[in-house]
């Protein structure tokens, strides 16, 4: 890093007290890593035995993803595991997050349809990344439900609870002497909202103001029983630890008025609370949000809250389902009070009283909701302290964004020395137990509805190849030698 970049990495923020570059070292057994997904890398969709997923399907229907692009192919990782492993090699990282593809293990998702095909290509990586010295953090959910549980409503559907802890039961039985870090579920706020709300996410459901809800309801007592089900049976055994992966950004209030103070505290206590509270509190949603949907949903005529609610056994069962907490965190948004105009039309965002924008002077990646302030995360990490307590924490997902094939990639380096920066910040000077980090990600791959033109990875793949050719970025190196180094003064290199 250059003299005046290390002063400010970014020139749109010049707060020296905050800004400043902060020199020191991250513990000896924090965990670096780099992170993936089963339908953004893996292709492989309809071989050996596996399912359809609801990303098959979504993604094959016209108009639902840009250029009608899927991850038919993807990184072809399904078939490049040696690749993928040296290339964590390369960079030195301990640890690799990657999915497992409910489909296929279970093409019809529950354990009738049990495929060994899908084990066993699991097994090859897990055996390559033992062989590397890599340690493996494995997610069982990251947004690829088999297709035949969604013709039956997916997540809308209590029973999902149950399937879901049948598969995991089979993949703490089938891979679990191997695995010491699970993580149930990838963003329950992104797959409830997008894919149940929004409309724009597998399996593109507009069931706005209730499908989220009850997609998020089913989805935590799942993650509970898989909990419950990994303490009674496995853990003793094989002595991992299981958690979840809530995304989150940091809520900025626009304006110092009490009014957007409050409403960014109500942003940040609806949407990570919406998922945290439960598993890290007392077993329900928080009462703000019991408070705000069952008021929208009175001015809307309805007589219950659209908000479902768990019974006090529930509750007991959900409350501490946790030995870690993962946090995906990519950007900042400002939020203002606004209530509804509207009361007739119901969402989850009308339900906050909240209007998210940007800041013109924040630098953008080529994601449109991703904007780069590395400041915020210090805030998130230290309001999930104060709310959440000392709770040890793995940053699962950090990263951003470009649009062409651009192997340097300054903007990026620039992106994670600043945002690991403000981690090492939270950890020695604001004592936040954060004891990993995982960057998104180890390559380019299937960013979802926009297909391959948002590209995040750290390695480029070049998708017109045929062998999906991989290619470390300038990123790889920063971020190697940062896993190297951490922020040590330059003389004591
Ligand atoms: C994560 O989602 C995912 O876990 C990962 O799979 C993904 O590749 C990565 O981050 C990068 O996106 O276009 O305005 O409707 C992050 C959460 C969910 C944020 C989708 C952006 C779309 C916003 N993302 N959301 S918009």
Redesign the pocket.
């Known amino acids: 890093m250059d003299k005046a970049a290390e002063k400010f990495i970014f020139d749109a923020f010049h707060d020296p007290g905050r800004d400043a570059l902060l020199h020191g070292k991250f513990p000896g057994d924090f965990l670096w890593g780099v992170a993936t ?1 089963s339908y ?1 890398i893996e292709g492989a969709w309809d071989v050996d035995g596996k399912g359809p997923s609801v990303w098959d399907s979504f993604s094959h229907s016209e108009g639902k993803v840009y250029q009608n692009q899927t991850g038919d192919v993807a990184c072809d990782s399904y078939n490049k595991i040696e690749r993928d492993v040296e290339m964590l090699k390369e960079l030195g990282v301990k640890a690799y997050r990657f999915s497992i593809s409910w489909s296929r293990i279970l093409p019809t998702g529950t354990v009738e349809s049990f495929n060994q095909a899908g084990v066993d290509y699991y097994n090859r990586v897990l055996s390559a990344l033992e062989v590397a010295g890599i340690e493996p953090m494995v997610t069982l959910y ?2 690829d439900l088999p297709q035949a549980l969604q013709d039956i409503g997916g997540w809308e559907n209590d029973m999902m609870a149950v399937y879901f802890s049948d598969y995991a039961d089979k993949c703490f039985r089938e891979f679990g002497a191997k695995i010491k870090l699970w993580i149930t579920f ?2 329950p706020l ?1 797959f409830t909202t ?1 894919g149940y709300e ?1 409309g ?2 597998a399996p593109g459901l507009k069931h706005s103001g209730y499908g989220a809800y009850r997609a998020g309801h089913t989805l935590i007592k799942a993650h509970a029983q898989a909990w419950h089900l990994y303490d009674d049976k496995y853990r003793s055994r094989q002595q991992g630890k299981v958690s979840i992966a809530f ?1 989150s950004d940091w809520f900025e209030p626009k304006t110092d008025s009490e009014k957007d103070k409050v409403a960014a505290q109500r942003a940040a206590t609806l949407s990570l609370g919406w998922f945290a509270h439960p598993v890290l509190v007392n077993g329900d949603y928080p009462e703000l949000m019991k408070e705000y949907v069952a008021n929208a949903s009175r001015l809307q005529g309805l007589s219950t809250s659209r908000l479902p609610q768990f019974s006090e056994s529930e509750k007991k069962t959900i409350a501490g389902t946790f030995d870690f907490l993962g946090l ?1 965190h ?1 950007t900042t948004s400002y939020v203002s009070h606004k209530a509804t105009a509207h009361p007739r039309v119901a969402s989850f965002m009308l339900d906050c009283d909240i209007e998210l924008t940007k800041d013109d002077a924040w630098p953008k990646a080529a ?4 904007s780069i302030v590395p400041w915020g995360m210090r805030r998130l990490l230290g309001w999930i302290k104060e709310h959440y307590g000392d709770v040890p924490i793995y940053i699962t ?1 950090n ?1 951003m ?1 470009q649009s062409g094939m651009d192997i340097k990639d300054e903007l990026r380096v620039k992106y994670f020395k600043a945002y690991i920066n403000v981690v090492l910040k939270a950890h020695l000077i604001d004592g936040v137990n954060v004891k990993g980090y995982f960057a ?2 180890l390559m380019d ?1 299937f ?4 297909g391959y033109r ?1 590209k ?1 990875g750290i390695y480029e793949v070049n998708f017109e190849h045929p062998e999906r050719l991989r290619t470390p970025r300038e990123s790889a190196k920063a971020f190697a030698e940062i896993i190297n180094n951490g922020f040590k003064p330059p003389e004591e290199k």
């Open positions: 997904a953004q990251h947004w990838n963003e992104v997008h929004i724009s996410h995304n995906n990519y994601s449109s909701w991703l997902e990263g964004s998104w990600s791959n960013e979802w509805a926009q948002e995040f």
